[in-house]
């Protein structure tokens, strides 16, 4: 159950999870429910399905892949070969946050991924990208974090995301989290209804800004633009 103290409605996490659950996107299934304990009236909440390895079995129908919760400061900059590297921790907890396969702690996946990500020339980025990770959903994902206002995840905040490893395709999945700073809140005094959505990151996002450099994703991200707002 979610409080979403930020959202007086109760209403923009659940409206951008069933925006992405008709796309056919990966997302929460949520309801309102009035929480009642020992008979008293303890307020609205949002239900909320977890992000967890229940889901991915869910959505996926197997979860034997890799599934990382990335909280701040996950930028997906390249930091070395080493994917020991890659689990650094902040504030008690990891970065990249493996939450299956927990026994094989095995970040050599998602090493991999940053590499391409970082290391590959633009010239054949979309070659080599589109071997390691769903290109075509990120930019969808992208499109709505543009019109909802969503500056809490990757491209506003390097925050609030999961990446999924998934053993059908072999491409990690951008999956959307915490979806609730959305349609208007603000907590930075900026302005994002009216931001550029071409430069939308206040900061170097290689997942964002290396894919808005290849013309090809740009004219994919603008077409999920305009589809959102029609």
Not at 184 to 213: H, Q, V
């Amino acid at each position: 159950l979610n409080a979403n103290q930020n959202d007086p409605s109760l209403l923009r996490a659940g409206l951008s999870w069933n925006i992405l659950r008709r796309m056919g996107l990966a997302g929460s299934r949520t309801s309102h429910v009035k929480l009642m304990l020992n008979g008293e009236y303890m307020g609205a909440y949002v239900n909320t399905e977890h992000l967890d390895e229940e889901f991915v079995e869910e959505y996926y129908d197997k979860d034997e892949g890799n599934f990382f919760k990335c909280l701040w400061p996950a930028t997906l900059e390249y930091i070395s070969q080493n994917p020991d590297d890659y689990k650094f921790e902040v504030n008690g907890r990891r970065a990249y946050d493996l939450k299956t396969n927990k026994a094989q702690d095995d970040y050599s996946d998602i090493a991999g991924f940053i590499e391409v990500l970082n290391n590959t020339s633009d010239a054949e980025l979309p070659c080599a990208l589109e071997k390691e990770f769903n290109v075509a959903d990120f930019l969808k994902v992208q499109a709505l974090d543009v019109v909802s206002g969503n500056w809490d995840g990757y491209a506003g905040n390097k925050n609030n995301f999961y990446l999924y490893h998934n053993p059908q395709t072999g491409l990690f999945d951008y999956i959307p989290y915490d979806l609730d700073n959305t349609w208007g809140i603000d907590w930075l005094d900026e302005e994002w209804e009216t931001r550029d959505p071409y430069l939308w990151s206040p900061e170097f996002r290689p997942l964002y800004d290396r894919l808005m450099a290849i013309p090809e994703y740009r004219q994919w991200y603008t077409y999920y633009l305009r589809r959102m707002r029609s």
